[in-house]
C-alpha cells in the first residue's frame, strides 16, 4: 500500500507542478460519501453570506466548528456581557442542514480577559463557573462535543503552561474545574482535551498524554483526546502514525480538530523545489488520514480542517502571506488541492 500510496501522491504532485489549473469541482467526490465517519470544517457565520462556500461545505462536510466566534474573545465583553448573535447564527446554520455542531473553545491560555483580571479571587471563581454554564448550557442538546480546555502543554513540551486561569486556579485545577462544569452543564456532549504539535513534536505529544493519564485516574471528565494537526510537513515519515498509535491506548475518541498543512518553511532559506513542498505535504496528510482510519470506529470521533479554501486559512493571513500558500483540501475557486486527494487516497486505501 505504502508504494502504490508514493506513486499516487507522486504523479499529483506533478501534475500540480506542471499545471496551475485544478481540477473543476465535478472531479471532487465529496469527502462526507467517502468517509465512515463525520467530516468537520471551521466557518465563520460571514461564510453563510457566501453561496459558493454554502455549496463547497454542504458538499463535503457534515460538521462544523466555529473558527473564532464561540470563544472568550467573542462572547465575554469586558464589563461581563455576554453576546450570542454570531454562535447562534453558527448553531442555527448546522441545524438547519442537519450538521453536527462542535464547539470550541471554552477555556484558552491565550485568553487574557479584562473582566476576570478586575474580580478577586471569590468571584473569579464565580464567574469562571458561571462562563462555562452560560455558554456550554446554552448549547446543550444541540452540541456533540466541546474543547473543554484549549493549549494547556507548553510551546516546547517541557510541562504545563502557566496563565490567568493557573494564577488563580491552580496550573491543573483550572483544567479539573473546567471539565466539572462543563459535565454539569452539558452532560451529553463529548468533552475533549485539545491541543497542537501533538504530531510535530514528540515531547509535547508526550507530555500531553501523560497530562490526559493523570486526569483521567483523577475521575475528571476528559471525554476525548482532540489534536489540532497543524501539521509540520518537515516531519519524518511515521511520526504522526506513532502519536496516534499511542494516543488510541485511552480509549478515548479522538479528534482531528484543526488540520492544515502548510507549504511554507520556518527556516530562513527555504531550497525546497514547488515539487518537494507538495510531496512532503500529502505524505505527512496521507500518513495523518491512514492513522485516523485505521483506529477503532469507536475512537474516530471526527476528521475537522482548518477552512475549505485556502484564502479562507488563518495561514494567509499577515504580513507573513505572499499569496501562493497552499494549505488547505480547496484552492480560492473551490477547486481540490493535492492536498485533497491525499485525504481521499488516505480514506480509500489507495
Known amino acids: 500500500m505504502i508504494d502504490r500510496r508514493s506513486v499516487l501522491l507522486s504523479s499529483l504532485a506533478l501534475a500540480a507542478c506542471g499545471n496551475t489549473e485544478a481540477a473543476p469541482v465535478a472531479d471532487a467526490t465529496p469527502l462526507k ?22 455549496n463547497l461545505a454542504l458538499t463535503h462536510v457534515s460538521q462544523l466548528t466555529p473558527e473564532w466566534e464561540m470563544k472568550m474573545e467573542y462572547i465575554l465583553s469586558e464589563t461581563g456581557d455576554y453576546r450570542w448573535e454570531a454562535p447562534d447564527r453558527i448553531a442555527d446554520f448546522c441545524t438547519a442542514h442537519e450538521l453536527r455542531l462542535y464547539c470550541t473553545t471554552l477555556i484558552w491560555y491565550s485568553q487574557d480577559s479584562a473582566f476576570f483580571r478586575s474580580l478577586d479571587p471569590p468571584r473569579f471563581r464565580r464567574e469562571y463557573d458561571r462562563y462555562i454554564a452560560e455558554v456550554a448550557g446554552r448549547y446543550r442538546g444541540r452540541a456533540t462535543g466541546w474543547d473543554v480546555v484549549n493549549e494547556a502543554v507548553a510551546e516546547d513540551g517541557d510541562g504545563l503552561r502557566s496563565c490567568l486561569w493557573s ?26 482535551l485539545n491541543d497542537y504539535n501533538l504530531e510535530n513534536n514528540p515531547v509535547k505529544g508526550a507530555t500531553f498524554l501523560r497530562l490526559v493519564e493523570r486526569l483521567l485516574k483523577a475521575g475528571v471528565p476528559v471525554g476525548g483526546i482532540g489534536t489540532q494537526s497543524h501539521l509540520d510537513i518537515e516531519i519524518p515519515a511515521g ?37 518537494q513542498k507538495i510531496d512532503q505535504q500529502t505524505a505527512r496528510v496521507a500518513e495523518l488520514t491512514e492513522a ?33 500558500d497552499s494549505p488547505l483540501l480547496f484552492d480560492a475557486a473551490g477547486r481540490p488541492n493535492p492536498m485533497y486527494r491525499a485525504v481521499m487516497a488516505g480514506l480509500r486505501g489507495d
Open 292 to 324: 485516523f482510519v485505521a483506529l477503532p470506529a469507536a475512537q474516530r470521533f471526527a476528521f475537522t480542517v482548518w477552512g475549505l479554501r485556502d484564502t479562507d486559512s488563518w495561514l494567509r493571513g499577515g504580513t507573513r502571506d505572499d499569496g501562493k
Open 33 to 54: 460519501s467517502i468517509a465512515p465517519f463525520p467530516i468537520g470544517v471551521a466557518a465563520m457565520s460571514g461564510h453563510f453570506d457566501e453561496p459558493a462556500w454554502v
Open 167 to 192: 494564577d488563580v486556579l491552580g496550573q491543573e485545577g483550572y483544567i479539573v474545574r473546567a471539565f466539572e462544569q462543563a459535565k454539569l452543564a452539558d452532560p451529553d456532549a463529548v468533552l475533549f
Open 239 to 275: 511520526r504522526t502514525r506513532a502519536f496516534f498509535h499511542e494516543a488510541a491506548q485511552f480509549g478515548l475518541p479522538i479528534h482531528v480538530s484543526e488540520l492544515d498543512a502548510s507549504l511554507r518553511s520556518d527556516s530562513r532559506i527555504d531550497t525546497r523545489s514547488p515539487r
